[in-house]
């Protein structure tokens, strides 16, 4: 089950966190995985290096998501050189935080940037190279933030909210050419994004997880294994919640 041999898939931000994770998992399942990043150069080779010691099969792609042009210039030409692109997940993301009353335009800007257009270019270009192949597998990373609100969180959550609607109207438009589009929304995930927390502030969080700890990014990764295997052929539209129940 879960067999990926043979795929080529690309993982925007995978330098680190969920998205690095996403690619250690998928080249464990036989695909081969482009690991992309916008500053993280030396922390997406050491990524790649990790999997091709592994057995695995990696390569490093450096671009920035919210770089309309970049973005499908790269897409492209990763697809030309494989011949193909099985699988994409769009899971580049920043988070900017603050309260509505204190919210700057420009802040609000980058996180559209970056999560909003920058996921819709990339899903744009890869649709391009699988409606030829008349197969594909697309994944968001959205947040359970989207779904159910978060204080101090406005902009970032409109942002994942907007990959939410936009993930189900992909799904639509090209579940005729065999593409399935679903989105994660993953809870309170120890990484990098999560670390400028203090362990008050993690204390005080975990205790609205019914499971009562904070996932890991790997437990993030296998649900993104799932839907891009064969199995998952049927599920699209959907929103896979992996938030050890704090949203319900
Ligand atoms: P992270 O540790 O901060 O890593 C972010 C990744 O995105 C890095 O690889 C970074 O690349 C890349 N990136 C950022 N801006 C980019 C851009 N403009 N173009 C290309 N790559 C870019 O974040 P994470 O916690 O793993 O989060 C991954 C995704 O999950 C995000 O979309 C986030 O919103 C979502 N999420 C996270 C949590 C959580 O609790 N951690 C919860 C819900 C949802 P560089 O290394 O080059 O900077």
New binding site residues.
């Given amino acids: 089950m879960f067999q990926l041999t043979g795929k080529v898939a690309l993982v ?8 690095r994770a996403c690619c250690e998992a998928l080249a464990e399942h036989g695909a081969t995985v482009v690991v ?5 150069e030396a ?1 997406a080779k050491e990524v790649a290096d990790a999997i091709t010691a592994r057995g695995g099969k990696a390569e490093i792609a450096g671009f ?3 770089d309309t042009k970049a973005a499908e210039a790269a897409i492209d030409e990763i697809a030309k050189r494989h011949g193909r692109l099985d699988i994409l997940v769009a ?5 900017i935080d603050g309260l509505l009353l204190r919210l700057k335009e420009e802040d609000v800007d980058r996180l559209f940037q ?2 909003v257009k ?1 996921s819709l270019a990339c899903a744009k270009a890869a649709t391009k190279v699988m409606m030829r192949a008349r197969t594909g597998r697309i994944m968001f ?1 959205s ?2 933030v989207a779904e159910m609100g978060n204080v101090g969180q406005t902009a970032y959550a409109a942002s ?1 909210a907007a990959v939410i609607g936009a993930a189900k109207s992909i799904a639509r438009e090209f579940a005729s050419r065999n593409i399935t589009v679903n989105v994660i929304t ?1 809870g ?2 120890d ?4 670390s400028n927390m203090t362990d008050a502030m993690k204390e005080q969080l975990v205790k609205v997880v019914p499971l009562g700890r904070t996932g890991t ?1 790997r437990e993030i990764a296998a649900a993104c294994v799932y839907l891009a295997s064969d199995e998952a052929a049927y599920v699209t539209g959907q929103v896979l919640r992996v938030n050890g129940g704090m949203y319900v």
């Avoid at 992309?36 to 993280?40: A, E, L, M, S």
């Avoid at 899971?91 to 988070?95: C, K, M, T, V």
């Fill in positions: 925007t931000g995978g330098s680190r966190g969920i998205g992309n990043y916008v500053k993280g922390a920035d998501v919210a899971n580049a993301g920043i988070s970056v999560n920058g990373m947040s359970v994942k993953p309170f995930i990484t990098d994004m999560t990014a």
